[in-house]
């Protein structure tokens, strides 16, 4: 079961939630010998769900996407596939092609379409994925895997390396394993290539007009994509209703509220997880892992 | 020799030059040879999520231009295409007309632009 944890903007709760429903989860599980959980951070401009779950590096691998490369020898200088290319990855100039490698989005286009294939694609190195086992904070806790993506400097497309570490996850892990993606923020084509495929999307907010705002555009783009999805609110207690009001007057379900609390930010900027010293924070996040059973069945 | 600048809006020698030189708003082409200014738009362009830099380089090989005119900067890779294109860049023009930019011009009174902003 593929669950993603996005949200309208960042600094919402997300990378929160994300570890600490994970690591709650492998702990709750810790006598099924079957049982398992994978977080991964998706976010990968900024993948931070490594700072609260560490755990024994598995695997190191580079990720690599295509990319056209020009061969002189055979262009012939006639322009198509600056025209054919929708992302101003490729500029002519009087005698030579340039093509912006960190612009391309390996779509092939220009490659197949040149008529002298001067365009063949190559690999070309785009970020690193890593994976770790017994993650989590318990001791011998081995119920837990995180793996993480991150996008080298430079590259502009977070897309195909989004695909592939989903990819890598569901070659690795079996479809009733549940796995938690913590999602980049906004709702742009790298959260969408994260939620396409979900089971289940928790939209995080925070309960003010500012997070209502963020929040009703990130519910079109799970309605249009057809997910399941409902709300969990993080720093309830902050701000006003409006949250509430909207998901009431929109019949969408609130899974959870985590409450407002001064140690939850302290913790969290030691790169602590809360669930575990927080009592408050881990009842929601019992009532969230009910809802997701619920959906599971 | 035809020279480029990149402007907000289009009304001839008064235009006034744009600050921006990708997400401009269209491009007037001087051409020192025949006596023409040439207008092209670059509105498409200025919505464009990545590469819109590239893209304005283009209209100034294109424009087969030697010298492009800005009102203030000049990103890395519109940099890197017209430095590769061999075409002069002017970025401190400001907030002026073209008229004025290309007195300016003339006179000396810009210097080269011989790294990107960035
Ligand atoms: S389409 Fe092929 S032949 Fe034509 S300019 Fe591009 S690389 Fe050269
Ligand atoms: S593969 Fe697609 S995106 Fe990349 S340069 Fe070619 S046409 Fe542009």
Redesign the pocket.
């Known amino acids: 079961m593929k669950i993603a944890i996005a949200s309208g903007k960042g600094g919402t709760g997300k990378t929160t939630l994300s570890t600490n429903l994970a690591a709650y989860i492998s702990e709750t599980i810790s006598n099924d010998s079957n049982g398992q959980v994978v977080l991964v951070d998706l976010d990968v401009e900024e993948p931070n769900s490594g700072l609260f779950i560490k755990g024994d590096i598995l695997k190191d691998e580079y990720k690599y996407r295509a990319t056209p490369v020009?061969d002189s020898n055979?262009?012939?200088?006639?322009?198509?596939?600056?025209t054919i290319c929708n992302f101003n990855a490729i500029a002519?100039l009087p005698n030579t092609?340039l093509i912006f490698s960190e612009l391309c989005h390996s779509c092939f286009a220009?490659s197949e379409?040149?008529?002298?294939q001067?365009?063949p694609m190559v690999d070309k190195r785009m970020g690193v994925l890593k994976h770790y086992q017994q993650a989590g904070n318990l001791p011998n806790n081995d119920k837990l895997t995180f793996i993480e993506s991150r996008l080298d400097i430079g590259e502009i497309s977070a897309v195909p390396l989004i695909k592939q570490t989903i990819e890598y996850v569901e070659d690795n892990f079996s479809d009733e394993i549940i796995k938690i993606f913590d999602s980049p923020p906004g709702t742009s084509c790298p959260v969408i290539e994260t939620i396409k495929d979900a089971d289940f999307v928790i939209l995080v907010t925070e309960p003010t007009p500012f997070g209502l705002h963020d929040l009703k555009l990130a519910v079109e783009t799970v309605k249009e994509l057809g997910r399941e999805f409902a709300i969990v609110i993080n720093r309830y207690g902050i701000g006003d209703n409006g949250v509430e009001q909207y998901c009431l007057e929109n019949n969408i379900q609130i899974i959870g509220k985590i409450p407002n609390m001064r140690q939850a930010a302290s913790l969290y900027s030691q790169g602590e997880l809360l669930y575990d010293k927080i009592p408050a924070i881990k009842e929601q996040l019992v009532l969230i892992y009910q809802a997701i059973n619920r959906i599971n069945r | 020799m035809n020279i480029i600048f990149a402007v907000q809006n289009n009304d001839g020698w008064d235009s006034i030059i744009s600050l921006k030189y990708g997400r401009a708003k269209g491009f007037f082409c001087y051409s020192q040879e025949t006596d023409e200014l040439t207008y092209y738009s670059n509105e498409e362009n200025q919505n464009a999520g990545h590469g819109a830099g590239i893209n304005a380089a283009q209209i100034a090989i294109n424009q087969k231009a030697s010298v492009v005119i800005t009102g203030g900067s000049m990103g890395p890779k519109a940099f890197e295409v017209l430095n590769k294109a061999n075409i002069k860049m002017f970025t401190q023009a400001g907030e002026v007309s073209v008229l004025v930019a290309y007195s300016n011009f003339k006179d000396n009174k810009y210097n080269q632009v011989l790294a990107s902003d960035k």
């Open positions: 020009w055979k262009c012939t200088l006639c322009g198509e596939c600056k002519q092609i220009c379409l040149c008529p002298e001067a365009l």
